[in-house]
């Protein structure tokens, strides 16, 4: 009896590619870096905190460096004062990175229609996901981070390398 539970080992062995494996440990840990200006900001702190429980997604680990985060969530009003700084800190991220735009302040400027605000981030930088309402539910923006889980299914670390290697040999 023992020695046919050590010679069957279909249940002991998982087959995957690389792509599939790293995209799994990505999607469930996901470190944001929130970017609040605004209500959007003190919103976000609810999806945080325990009712929404935002460590479920894996994402409990938010960071204030944006060379430790690859989902940068932007919640509230952009002026062109801040545009140059929110760009900085989107470069400073490592790749692969997401943007998550928070609020109608964010996607499109809100109800503030006039020169010192910018209409919409994705002018300055990528979005991956946008989440509308003023302020939007705990609801949306955990159902943006599961969108976000999906996407980083798709990514592949090896066609990025392949890329990269092509690079160095056009040179």
């Keep these: 009896m ?4 050590t010679t069957n080992l279909n249940d002991s062995i998982v087959t995957t590619t690389l792509d ?3 995209n799994w440990g990505r999607s469930y840990s996901l470190w944001p870096m929130a970017f609040g200006t605004a209500c959007c900001g003190i919103e976000f702190m609810s999806v945080a905190g325990a009712k929404y429980d935002l460590s479920r997604f894996g994402a409990e680990v938010v960071r204030f460096s944006p060379r430790q985060a690859d989902l940068l969530i932007v919640a509230g009003t952009i002026s062109y004062k801040q ?3 929110l760009k900085k800190i989107y470069e400073q991220m490592c790749e692969p990175k997401w943007v998550i735009s928070m609020g109608a302040c964010a996607c499109s400027g809100g109800f503030y229609d006039n ?3 910018l209409q919409g981030i ?3 930088i990528p979005v ?3 989440i ?3 302020p939007p539910r705990p609801e949306a923006v955990l159902d943006a ?3 976000i889980q999906k996407k980083s299914h798709d990514e592949s670390i090896m066609k990025n390398r392949i890329k990269e290697y092509k690079g160095y040999l056009d040179v």
């Excluded at 023992?2 to 539970?5: C, D, E, F, K, P």
């Design 2 to 5: 023992g020695l046919n539970n």
């Design 20 to 22: 599939h494996a790293i």
């Design 83 to 85: 545009a140059p700084i």
């Design 115 to 117: 020169y010192t605000t």
């Design 122 to 124: 994705d002018e300055i």
């Design 128 to 130: 991956d996901e946008y």
């Design 132 to 134: 509308s309402g003023c």
């Design 145 to 147: 981070i599961m969108n």
